[in-house]
């Protein structure tokens, strides 16, 4: 009787696996089906779920456009920036605010996850008429700044944690031995939190690359990918949407990959105890 159980609960999970895998997987494959398939193939009354007729005329018109190229240099040069400013920033603030005393950081590390609740509207807008004096409208530094103000709370709120997990020992140890706060902090603790700030700049850099609503904000003439896929949606070319979104959807799957690598439990630990 325990065996039929077991092996009753063994598909259970099975099954429930598969379910989940289906439903994370499938909208991606309809993606790429869309992208491959000749129009004849989708747009009839009964869609063609498998992959039987293939077409790179989509991709050819993709490529040769010339709308790709701008976008995802544009993409990639303020994902890589947004990382860079949110670590920069981000390492000595959560290093700071993980050696306050416990209540405090504590109060802190809730009120920097709490402010990724606002709509991202209320602080794109003014965000938008700032920049505007700035003259840093339709700029790549103007996009980096707006997308670290979304980034940065992510990355230090992961690095409090990792922070709190290295025994204070060692940094007290430095400390007698004459070591400076800047020198543990270099020499030790980031030495020591590789890993968990490789997956803060991870985070950081999926936050930037997919964001849309400071993006229609702040660019004009030169859009990111986001908006391009935005642009067709709207001019319901359902293979070059498609296309787009293919393009946009391969670094999130390697950069997943690459976080899944670094990802351990100890990189979460203590950002939210007492």
Known sequence: MGLVVRTAMRGMRLL???????????????????????????????PEIGL?????EHWRR?????????????????????????LLIGVPSAYAIARLPRNWSYRLSVA??????????VIALPIAVIFIRLNLLDTVMG???????????????LLI????????????????????????????????????IAVAGVFAYLLSWDEFTYAIYLCLAKPTLPLKVYY?????????????A??????????????????REDVFAGSLKE
């Open 62 to 86: 993709l490529l040769s456009s010339g709308g790709l190229y701008p976008p995802l240099i544009k993409s990639l040069t303020v994902a890589g920036l947004t990382v860079l400013l949110s």
């Open 112 to 121: 920097m996850f709490l402010s990724r609740m606002l709509p991202e509207v």
């Open 232 to 244: 067709y949606v709207n001019r319901g070319d359902w293979f070059l949407t498609s296309a787009y």
């Open 161 to 196: 944690g990792v922070f709190r997990s290295i025994p204070r020992d060692l940094e007290e140890q430095a400390s007698v031995d004459g070591a400076t706060t800047w020198q543990i902090l270099f020499r030790i603790v980031i030495p020591l939190s590789l890993g968990g």
């Open 16 to 46: 429930g696996l598969l379910l989940v895998l289906g439903w994370v997987v499938f909208p991606v494959y309809l993606m790429v089906k869309i992208s491959l398939s000749p129009p004849e193939a989708v747009l009839r009354p009964v």
């Open 143 to 157: 996009l980096v700044f707006a997308h670290t103000v979304k980034a940065l709370p992510v990355a230090c709120w």
């Open 246 to 263: 293919v393009v946009t959807t391969l670094p999130v799957i390697v950069l997943t990959y690459v976080l899944h690598l670094f990802l």
């Open 52 to 56: 039987h007729r293939i077409t790179l």
